[in-house]
């Protein structure tokens, strides 16, 4: 029997069931029919952030950033590559953190941008600084292979 994955809609909030052998052919959302593992990366508000860094069985790389910081703005490209090149084994997202200062002080952000990777809950592992899209990808590939 094929396992399921518990996948948040990043657009609705959805909470999704997903066989894992059908990641790579673009699961959409059962509620709205949004891309649920596309290689894009989804904007978050506060409350889709907890809900699928804690509940998603698929690990979630998330940018933390401000539309202010000029390194955010340039890694922001970079990011959209690393998402892409790891469609189907870590979804990316990013949130605001001017928009939703409360995740600052509840995560212990220093500095952004600041790159988290959770899965099932847990923070894995952080990567600090604005990043091109290759370190990105090592960074998620090697943290998530240890998370499973």
Not at 96 to 103: G, H, K, L, R, S
Not at 122 to 128: S, T, V, Y
Request: glycine share 6%; with cysteine; net charge positive.
């Amino acid at each position: 029997m094929d396992e399921k994955l518990k996948l948040t809609c990043t657009a609705c909030g959805q909470m999704n069931r997903v066989p894992a052998a059908r990641l790579q052919d673009a699961p959409k959302c059962a509620v709205c029919g949004a891309a649920l593992a596309a290689g894009k990366v989804s904007e978050l508000d506060l409350a889709l952030h907890d809900k699928a860094t804690r509940g998603d069985d698929l690990p979630i790389l998330v940018d933390y950033w401000a539309p202010w910081c000029g390194p955010c703005r340039m890694m922001a490209p970079e990011f959209s590559k690393a998402a892409q090149a790891m469609t189907g084994r870590v979804r990316f997202a990013k949130i605001n953190t001017e928009d939703f200062p409360v995740i600052s002080q509840r995560l212990g952000i220093r500095g952004i941008p600041l790159l988290i990777l959770w899965h099932k809950g847990r923070e894995i592992a952080r990567l600090p600084g604005a990043r091109p899209a290759a370190e990105i990808e090592s960074f998620a590939r090697s943290h998530a292979a240890t998370a499973v």
